[in-house]
């Protein structure tokens, strides 16, 4: 409420009481004053004022300047955070240039940006002001009654804000150990042809993302054991419902179809098997999926990728054709035809021809890469719209799923500014726009790949957790859109 008083005014949320004050500059009990020469301006009043225990008497209402008030924004969300469920972080601001603070609140709490206004969600406010005590000496004006409706929020509240549109991937490695690369390069231009179904949001996952891509390795590259990976997954599924696996080496399938089972922890398992280096390893990995299968069942296993990203790597689609087609085989021949399969691949390679062979369409697509950048909300938008591109020309009607997509916290991949703000800002937006899109994802990754040794700082650090599972920022930020 905004309202000029010449010699008071002081209010406090429940148990204060209104009383006359000198002119001041504060923030009293959730109420924000702001002195000025002639008064106090009252900046905003919360919602959680208790109006019935305000002494009307102590208020000289011939004082109050009413023309000054503005009605819409008397009750306020602005109320307090308790400091037990607040995190919070340094950004750079888009006008100011300067650091600032982003207040983190808890779980399904509606959250504050220094650049943007309050949230929609604020509380329902009081719609009648009490009439002053009869007793006052002066008589009570009317009070004209507060708008019920609470302005509509900004839709962009992101800070600071890169990005870019058009990828330039880094030349992928090969290892024995699968080295996944998050590159991915922008669509062929194709105009759409035909319209894409009516997008359904994705099932709740059970958490603040549908899905996260999990790699067990330990930081020196060594094999993890059941525990740490049941230590691992408890952590997981606090925040999603669902992970993908890209190998079964390490005996990472079984290890995490044995933690979730033993610990009941809710997740499903997407595996992979890895075919970057040859059909030996690719039959290994087969044989390991359909052993674990047949001993533990296949009731949290929900489908099958074959490879990841190997078109870009070298590998020619009719070859990858005849991997899937000779998966699918196998896994009939052994009665478990009801698995899924497709391939992962960057979204400029995934073909209809591919598509055809696939039960799904998974695509890995970055905006990280670009070569130009302007905002997180442009970088959540470009990769949006190359899925939609997949769905429209590519999927012939068949789900079109992101398989990676995410941004680092470290490093440099170009103009793309990377830093943890800037991470959690993506993730934000991107989980937000997906489920509006219609789009299931795999989001890039659990944990930071200090296990990659070598690799560069930005291919390192994709994770939501540190190497050693601490959680890199409150994913209570995750909670809302």
Not at 39 to 63: E, F, L, R, T
Not at 103 to 123: G, H, I, V
Not at 143 to 157: D, H, K, Q, T
Not at 440 to 458: D, L, R, T, V
Request: charged share 15%; aromatic share 8%.
């Amino acid at each position: 409420m905004r309202a000029c008083i010449s010699s008071l005014l002081l209010a406090a949320v429940a148990g204060s009481q209104l009383i006359s004050a000198a002119p001041i500059a504060a923030v009293s009990g959730g109420v924000g004053l702001v002195g000025r020469d002639d008064g106090i301006v009252v900046d905003y009043v919360p919602a959680s004022v208790d109006w019935n225990k305000v002494d009307w008497s102590q208020v000289n209402w011939s004082a109050v300047n009413w023309d000054a008030v503005n009605w819409q924004s008397v009750f306020s969300s602005r109320d307090t955070i308790p400091s037990s469920s607040e995190t919070t972080y340094s950004s750079t601001q888009d006008q100011l240039g300067s650091a600032a603070v982003i207040s983190a609140p808890a779980a399904n709490s509606t959250p504050e940006s220094s650049n943007a206004p309050e949230s929609s969600a604020a509380p329902e406010p009081k719609p009648v002001v009490p009439e002053p005590s009869p007793v006052a000496p002066e008589p009570s004006p009317v009070v004209p009654e507060p708008s019920p409706v609470a302005p509509e929020p900004s839709s962009s509240s992101e800070k600071p804000s890169p990005v870019a549109s058009e990828a330039q991937p880094p030349a992928p490695t090969t290892t024995s150990k699968p080295e996944y690369t998050s590159s991915s390069p922008p669509p062929k231009p194709e105009p759409s042809t035909s319209a894409a179904p009516d997008p359904q949001p994705p099932a709740n996952s059970g958490g603040s993302l549908w899905g996260l891509t999990y790699s067990p390795y330990n930081i020196d590259g060594s094999c993890p054991d059941l525990a740490t990976v049941s230590s691992q997954l408890k952590k997981v599924a606090q925040v999603t419902g669902n992970i993908r696996l890209y190998s079964t080496d390490c005996s990472q399938l079984r290890l995490a179809v044995q933690a979730v089972k033993n610990n009941n922890l809710g997740l499903t398992i997407h595996p992979g098997i890895w075919i970057s280096d040859g059909a030996s390893r690719m039959q290994s990995d087969l044989d390991e999926f359909v052993s674990v299968v047949k001993q533990y069942g296949s009731d949290i296993i929900n489908g099958l990728s074959v490879g990841n990203e190997d078109l870009s790597k070298g590998t020619s689609e009719s070859t990858l054709i005849g991997y899937i087609n000779q998966v699918r085989s196998r896994l009939q021949a052994e009665g478990l035809g009801h698995i899924p399969i497709y391939a992962t691949e960057q979204d400029a390679h995934f073909t209809s021809s591919l598509a055809n062979v696939c039960d799904l369409v998974q695509v890995n697509i970055y905006s990280i890469f670009d070569s130009i950048f302007t905002s997180i909300d442009t970088s959540v938008k470009s990769v949006i719209q190359r899925a939609d591109n997949i769905r429209n020309n590519v999927a012939g009607g068949k789900p079109v799923r992101f398989g990676e997509t995410g941004w680092s916290a470290a490093g440099n991949t170009g103009p793309s500014p990377l830093s943890l703000a800037n991470q959690i800002a993506y993730a934000q937006k991107f989980k937000c726009a997906a489920a509006s899109a219609g789009y299931e994802y795999f989001y890039f990754e659990a944990k930071n790949s200090q296990w990659k040794q070598g690799a560069a700082a930005s291919e390192q650090n994709f994770g939501i957790f540190s190497a050693d599972f601490v959680p890199k920022f409150d994913f209570g930020l995750l909670n809302y859109c």
